[in-house]
Nanobody, 117 residues
Framework: VKLVESGGGLVQPGGSLRLSCAASGFTFSRTDMSWYRQAPGKERELVATIFSYYGTQKYLDSVKGRFTISRDNAKNTVKLQMNSLKPEDTAVYYC???????????WGQGTQVTVSS
């Protein structure tokens, strides 16, 4: 299993970024995909999930209306569009996939998002 994130960077408050995660080594279309983030000194938190069936999405309350998660099963990619970014969104963002039996968690290497003026 391989998850490779890209798209992080430095952006001013109110700006936008789009993160992308390229997945391989598992049945992507049957796997619920998520983005997590971890800020310095804080625990990793779940930001958004897109479920394999119907593409239903779920979001952390603090990002609702600003972030959008999407997936392309033909390309084995999951994206996170982040708009109206705030300094408190600063964190390392990780792509996550569970094994089909949910016994194992797979993580990407993470991509840094910094929101600062």
């Amino acid at each position: 299993v391989k998850l490779v994130e890209s798209g992080g960077g430095l952006v001013q408050p109110g700006g936008s970024l789009r993160l992308s995660c390229a997945a391989s080594g598992f049945t992507f279309s049957r796997t619920d995909m998520s983005w997590y983030r971890q800020a310095p000194g804080k625990e990793r938190e779940l930001v958004a999930t897109i479920f394999s069936y119907y593409g239903t999405q779920k979001y952390l309350d603090s990002v609702k209306g600003r972030f959008t998660i999407s997936r392309d099963n033909a390309k084995n990619t999951v994206k996170l569009q982040m708009n109206s970014l705030k300094p408190e969104d600063t964190a390392v963002y990780y792509c996550h996939a569970p094994s089909l039996d949910r016994a194992t968690d797979y993580w990407g290497q993470g991509t840094q998002v910094t929101v600062s003026s």
